[in-house]
């Protein structure tokens, strides 16, 4: 949970009255490509959640937080902005703790570490390679912050009816963090995507991590035909 004395986002409330802001532009052209994505790509989640599967997706979401972690806390030696600096630190705290949780519910099931593990290509280019690169702090939360945070949200709400309690909790702990991550984001990019050039690169930062995350989702659901979790040819329809 988000602890009280935090330094908290404002939540752009009072910037709705009017034209919708580039911010909010963007969130509605997210949501239009998911809307309009096939199931596979929708969801990682089409399918009922056995123990098998379980472990295989607490696994990508544990390597998935510490990612974050690590290149979230590599960009603070490389932030000016002093309101950037705060909130990427509280952050980086979070996805570390984050990482935590998943490897608690992973014990639970006997998997004490992800050494026998190995990410997927596509997960590797769009975690290891993709979200850690961008110029500065707005090319940086477009891609996280905004596009992938929503994403991750989404997620988490669609699987959490689906997982055993226990891990149902774990999710508990972290859907309002990831959603102090989105309001900061939102932040930073009102506050510092001003210009046209800045737009840009926002919305070109936010289209090629959506296309790297749909990616990413095919590569889970192949990985899980690859372990007989899934038939890739008989599709189950969303469980939505
Ligand atoms: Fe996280
Ligand atoms: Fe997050």
Request: glycine letters at 4%; hydrophobic letters at 40%.
């Amino acid at each position: 949970m988000t602890p009280p004395d935090r330094t908290e986002p404002d939540d752009g409330a009072e910037d709705d009255a009017g034209e919708p802001s580039f911010y909010d532009t963007m969130v509605a052209t997210l949501d239009r490509r998911r809307a309009e994505s096939a199931p596979d790509e929708a969801s990682f989640f089409n399918r009922p959640m056995g123990d098998q599967e379980l472990v295989e997706y607490l696994s990508f979401q544990a390597y998935y937080e510490l990612r974050a972690a690590q290149f979230i806390g590599r960009w603070l030696a490389d932030t000016p902005e002093r309101d950037a600096l705060v909130l990427l630190a509280q952050q980086v705290e979070d996805e570390a703790n984050h990482y935590e949780y998943c490897m608690r519910a992973l014990a639970r099931r006997g998997v004490t570490s992800l050494d026998g593990w190995t990410p997927e290509p596509e997960w590797e280019e769009w975690i290891d390679v993709w979200y850690p690169s961008g110029a500065d702090t707005i090319e940086r939360v477009a891609a996280h912050n905004l596009t992938g945070e929503l994403g991750a949200c989404q997620a988490f709400l669609e699987i959490k009816p689906r997982l055993p309690l226990d891990v149902q909790k774990t999710f508990d702990r972290i859907i309002p963090d990831e959603q102090f991550h989105l309001k900061l984001g939102r932040q930073l990019l009102e506050r510092y995507c001003v210009t046209e050039e800045d737009c840009a690169r926002v919305e070109a930062r936010v289209v090629r991590t959506f296309e790297l995350e749909q990616a990413g989702r095919l590569a889970y659901n192949r990985r899980m035909a690859a372990l007989g979790i899934a038939d890739l040819d008989d599709p189950t329809p969303p469980f939505a």
